[in-house]
């Protein structure tokens, strides 16, 4: 469904309106295309006094080729200099340079009055972050630090980040990652995902990256290469959209949806090189039939669930069934299969789970009681899944905003508008956004992240 606001808004008739009338003007995203670079423009870097990151995100900076600078920081330019970067020294007060990406790595910021560096890295940068921009904070797990006034100032972090990707507008976005001590060496798949194009719809949001030590080599072409996957709902939609971008990145994808969606399976599967299964996940027996389906394939290494349905009502209307059928679907079937494929060696090592939440889940949502509670369970879930999980296996969860889909389409006019309006980016997502971020859970590199709940909602007020 197209967005019809958002064209009217970039012509000239209705830049004139939407300014005049205070409207929002919702900015064209960059997205990924294939062979974009991670980056395109210059990068400046900056760290607080005694941070531990920096040789780290120096690494990765290198590893991507960034045009890459520094403010006036012999001590930084040094250290980048150990790992092979060169950073280019950029007089803080010049005017007119742009930058595509800000960096400030803040896990040196022990106490409050040391929050005072990132007002001084930030604040003379404000206007000189360009279209579709990055700005990265990466900070260290407060649960990780060594005092209460290190916990504090770490903390402090998360309202820092989430208010600039508020103010920064031009579909420039804002991240927070929080990085355990050891975890230096697993930053590189999360600050390639959120520098790149592929975090279009992403914003205001905190990963927490762990200690992996399966750290491989990886093709970053394709990440993806001899894996193969399973996406429930994949005939259309969002898991449509997670097939194909799964098979991009070099996947073979087994493509699951209801029967009565056969034909559009198919042809998804087909598309993408894929095959296809014909079940209901809802069935008693779905994980030995997904099971079954996946040893020709050399069995299972990453499982994508995203299959879900809505039966909107308020509670006082809503009929038994519409509760059952949502619960049960949506949380009581990604259950069973986990279940099943856990306890029959079912998934490969080093495997990948990832869940498709809702903000729903997080923030509740009138006439949604059934389906807010199934898409919270799905958070639960994660995070109560992911400690007890053999070494290396990760389960993540993404939990999307409001995404144009067949599912949003049947939502009223003036609701549907509110949805699309009402994020940092004054539009609504695209099926691809979602992807691209199950895409990044799913990559061997991203070891390190178990256990995260990753909105794709363009920093939505509901439930921020
Ligand atoms: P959609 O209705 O377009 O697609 C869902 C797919 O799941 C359909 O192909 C459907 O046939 C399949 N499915 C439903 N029940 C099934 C079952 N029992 N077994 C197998 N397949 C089944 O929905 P969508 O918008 O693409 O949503 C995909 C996921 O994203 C869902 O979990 C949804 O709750 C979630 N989500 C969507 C949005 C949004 O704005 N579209 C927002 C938040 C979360």
């Known amino acids: 469904m197209t967005d019809q606001y958002q064209n009217f808004s970039h012509s000239p008739l209705g830049q004139f309106v939407t300014k005049n009338l205070g409207l929002p003007q919702p900015p064209k995203l960059q997205r990924f295309e294939r062979a974009t670079p991670v980056l395109e423009g210059a990068v400046l870097f900056g760290a607080a006094a005694n941070s531990i990151f920096v040789a780290g995100i120096s690494q990765v900076l290198a590893n991507i080729h960034a045009n890459s600078y520094a403010g006036n920081n012999p001590k930084l330019q040094q250290l980048a200099a150990r790992v092979g970067l060169n950073l280019g020294a950029f007089n803080i007060g010049d005017k007119e340079s742009k930058f595509k990406a800000l960096i400030f790595d803040a896990s040196g910021i022990a106490q409050s009055q040391d929050l005072q560096q990132l007002y001084a890295f930030f604040q003379p940068l404000m206007r000189q972050v360009s279209a579709s921009g990055r700005v990265v904070v990466v900070g260290l797990n407060p649960q990780q630090a060594k005092t209460v006034a290190q916990a504090t100032a770490q903390r402090a972090l998360q309202g820092f980040v989430k208010s600039l990707a508020k103010e920064l507008k031009k579909g420039i976005t804002a991240q927070l990652l929080y990085v355990d001590p050891d975890a230096e060496g697993n930053m590189e798949s999360s600050l390639r995902f959120v520098l790149s194009p592929r975090s279009a719809y992403i914003s205001g949001q905190v990963l927490y990256i762990q200690h992996d030590a399966q750290v491989q080599h990886m093709d970053w072409q394709q990440p993806l290469l001899g894996k193969t996957a399973l996406v429930t709902g994949a005939s259309r939609g969002i898991g449509a959209a997670i097939a194909q ?51 020709s394939q050399g069995g299972l290494d990453i499982v994508v669930h995203n299959a879900g349905i809505t039966r909107d009502k308020t509670l006082a209307n809503m009929p038994q069934q519409a509760w059952d059928v949502v619960l049960d679907i949506n949380l009581s079937a990604i259950e069973r299969i986990n279940h099943h494929l856990l306890s029959h060696q079912g998934l490969n090592a080093q495997a990948r789970m990832v869940c498709i939440s809702s903000i729903s889940g997080i923030a509740g949502n009138m006439g949604q009681s059934n389906y807010a509670t199934s898409k919270a369970g799905v958070i ?14 990760t389960i993540n969860a993404v939990a999307p905003g409001f995404i144009e889909t067949q599912m949003t389409a049947t939502i009223p006019f003036a609701i549907r508008e509110a949805g699309r309006r009402m994020n940092a980016m004054s539009q609504a997502g695209l099926p691809i956004d979602v992807a691209e971020a199950i895409a990044f859970f799913a990559q061997p590199a991203s070891g390190g992240l178990n256990g995260n709940i990753l909105r794709v909602c363009g920093q939505s007020i509901l439930g921020a």
């Open 380 to 393: 639960g879930l994660v995070e109560y899944t992911a400690p007890t999980l053999a070494q290396g296996m």
């Open 245 to 295: 971008v799964l098979a991009r990145d070099g996947a073979h994808v087994i493509c699951l949806d209801i029967p009565a969606q056969q034909q559009d399976l198919q042809a998804i599967a087909n598309q993408i090189k894929g095959s296809a299964l014909a079940l209901d996940i809802s069935q008693a027996n779905a994980g030995m039939q997904i099971l079954a389906a996946a040893q």
